[in-house]
């Protein structure tokens, strides 16, 4: 209707009503897929796919307007951002329909990776404390073995006495993820860290 508000640079910009919500695109952003339903739709303008507008002049999509936003943010930046409320199901569902081949693959491992996670359990974390001199501090980190991580050092003073002078000494904390490919088997972060110090609440 005259005097109605409409985006400027009507060849450059694409209005869209998605299910009764109204979204602003360009047409490069939309036609980055080449063979996505919105290329065809906004991009190739012709007998090949009918495309309604409504009175405002904007293509309308029967589809739901509360997942268009995922696609439209991954056609325009390249990346899958999806809010903590919307189903990953509810965004694969609309990237299927459009047919968005490289949305789709990254919704479906995302899912999959959930799965995943979900399938391990709460994941536990089993914690070591190793009590060393801190000429050994070095050697005992690169040492730890695969999956131990470092989380704190705490100085402890100068406790004991090697040789004529005393050397600091030194708490480690270390941890690692205990889960179901672990079975219940935790092996200790570092056989060379212990041999200083065997007797002081490190158990092999």
């Not at 009507?10 to 695109?25: E, I, Q």
């Not at 690169?142 to 991580?149: C, H, L, V």
């Amino acid at each position: 209707p005259p005097g109605a508000a409409r985006p400027p640079a009507a060849s450059k910009w694409v209005r869209l009503n998605v299910g009764g919500t109204y979204f602003v695109s360009t047409r490069q952003t939309l036609c980055r897929e080449p063979k996505s339903f919105l290329c065809r739709l906004c991009c190739q303008d012709g007998p090949e796919l009918g495309s309604d507008k409504d009175e405002t002049g904007a293509y309308l999509i029967d589809r739901d307007p509360t997942y268009f936003g995922p696609i439209l943010n991954y056609l325009r930046h390249g990346k899958l951002i999806i809010n903590k409320e919307l189903a990953e199901e509810g965004v694969l569902e609309e990237a299927e329909f459009y047919n968005i081949a490289s949305l789709v693959r990254l919704v479906k491992e995302r899912i999959r990776d959930n799965e995943n996670r979900t399938s391990q359990g709460p994941v536990k974390h089993v914690y070591r404390v190793l009590q060393c001199q801190e000429e050994e501090l070095t050697q005992m980190v690169s040492t730890m073995s695969d999956g131990w991580k470092f989380e704190q050092l705490i100085s402890i003073g100068s406790s004991y006495n090697y040789g004529n002078e005393d050397q600091a000494e030194f708490l480690c904390v270390v941890s690692r993820e205990l889960n179901n490919s672990t079975n219940g088997i935790v092996k200790e972060p570092s056989e060379k860290a212990k041999v200083r110090c065997p007797c002081r609440g490190v158990h092999s």
